[in-house]
Nanobody, 124 residues
Framework: QVQLVESGGGLVQAGGSLRLSCAAS????????MGWFRQAPGKEREFVAT????????YYADSVKGRFTISRDNARNTVYLQMNSLKPEDTAVYYC?????????????????WGQGTQVTVSS
């Protein structure tokens, strides 16, 4: 089992920045792909960004490309999501996820492990 704990959410004005962290424990592996998803009230959970374990290549949703950056520190078993130029439509609960897959997958159902989520609220 893998346990994931997110932190770093909060309230920020439009145009501001936040950095989310996700600490992994348990049967973690640097080969796992790590990802961030988000879910706004009344909407389905959607993909935000992912970073592969091998090679560390990244992939982003079009809505955040150029504003968000995902990174990982395998020595600390931690994944980060740097969010810049935040918009009110970025408001959601952000979830960290992990999966033992090499291919990139943006489908929430394909991911094995999830954190409890952290709230991000962007005011206009």
């Amino acid at each position: 089992q893998v346990q994931l704990v997110e932190s770093g959410g909060g309230l920020v004005q439009a145009g501001g920045s936040l950095r989310l962290s996700c600490a992994a424990s348990g049967r973690t592996s640097s080969s796992y792909a790590m990802g961030w998803f988000r879910q706004a009230p009344g909407k389905e959970r959607e993909f935000v960004a992912t970073i592969r374990g091998k090679g560390g290549s990244t992939y982003y949703a079009d809505s955040v490309k150029g504003r968000f950056t995902i990174s990982r520190d395998n020595a600390r078993n931690t994944v980060y999501l740097q969010m810049n130029s935040l918009k009110p439509e970025d408001t959601a609960v952000y979830y960290c996820a992990a999966v033992d897959l090499v291919i990139v997958t943006t489908t929430p159902a394909a991911w094995d492990y999830w954190g409890q989520g952290t709230q991000v609220t962007v005011s206009s």
